[in-house]
C-alpha cells in the first residue's frame, strides 16, 4: 500500500531541506506526535546524511528510523520504519521525503510512505489503516509547513 501526500511551503528548498534533512535528528521541535528524539549513530550513516537514524518517542509508542536513502544534491530522504506498537500484520513500513524547489521562494514537500500488509488483514483492515496513516502524514506536512514559515512549532497537540 501507498500513500502520497504533498504540500506547498512559502520559503526556499534549501531552508526546507535543512529542517527535513540536515535537521532530521531534530524532528521533535516542529513535529507534534513527537515528545522527544535519540539520534542513533550506532550504524556509518550514509554519505551526507546527519545520522544513521533516529528514535521517537510518540504518543503510539516508540518508533524506529534508520535512514536507507539519503541524497543532498536531490534533497530526497527514505527510511525504514519500526513501531513498537503495530499490529503483527503490519509489515515493511518505508518513508521518503523529497524537497523540490518552485519558483517565487516556493517549496513542495512530497511524503511517499509504503506500507505493506499482510494477507488477509490488507483487505480487512486495509482502508482503516490507509485512513490513519494519511492522517498522520498530512499532520506532519502541516507541521512541517507551520514550522518553515514561522520558526515556530504548531501549539496543537496532534491527535492520531
Given at each position: 500500500m501507498e500513500i502520497i501526500n504533498k504540500i506547498i511551503i512559502n520559503a526556499s528548498a534549501e531552508k526546507t531541506w535543512n529542517i527535513v534533512g540536515q535537521g532530521f535528528g531534530n524532528a521533535d521541535k516542529?513535529?507534534?506526535?513527537?515528545?522527544?528524539?535519540?539520534?542513533?549513530?550506532?550504524n556509518t550513516p550514509l554519505d551526507g546524511a546527519p545520522c544513521s537514524g533516529r528514535v521517537c518517542m510518540t504518543d503510539i509508542g516508540k518508533v524506529d528510523e534508520t535512514i536507507t536513502h539519503y541524497d543532498e544534491t536531490n534533497k530526497k530522504l527514505s527510511f525504514d520504519i519500526k513501531v513498537e506498537?503495530?499490529?503483527?500484520?503490519v509489515k515493511d513500513l518505508k518513508n521518503t521525503w523529497n524537497v523540490v524547489s518552485l519558483e517565487?521562494?516556493?517549496?513542495?514537500?512530497?511524503?511517499?510512505?509504503k506500507m505493506e500488509i499482510m494477507f488477509p488483514f490488507n483487505l480487512l483492515m486495509g482502508f482503516m489503516m490507509k485512513s490513519k496513516m494519511g492522517k498522520i502524514m498530512?499532520?506532519?506536512?502541516?507541521?512541517?509547513?507551520?514550522y518553515v514559515e514561522t520558526g515556530k512549532s504548531r501549539t496543537d497537540k496532534a491527535v492520531v
Open positions: 516542529w513535529l507534534s506526535m513527537i515528545s522527544s528524539i535519540k539520534v542513533k549513530n550506532d506498537k503495530m499490529p503483527f500484520f517565487d521562494n516556493q517549496t513542495k514537500v512530497i511524503l511517499d510512505f498530512k499532520i506532519s506536512l502541516k507541521d512541517l509547513k507551520h
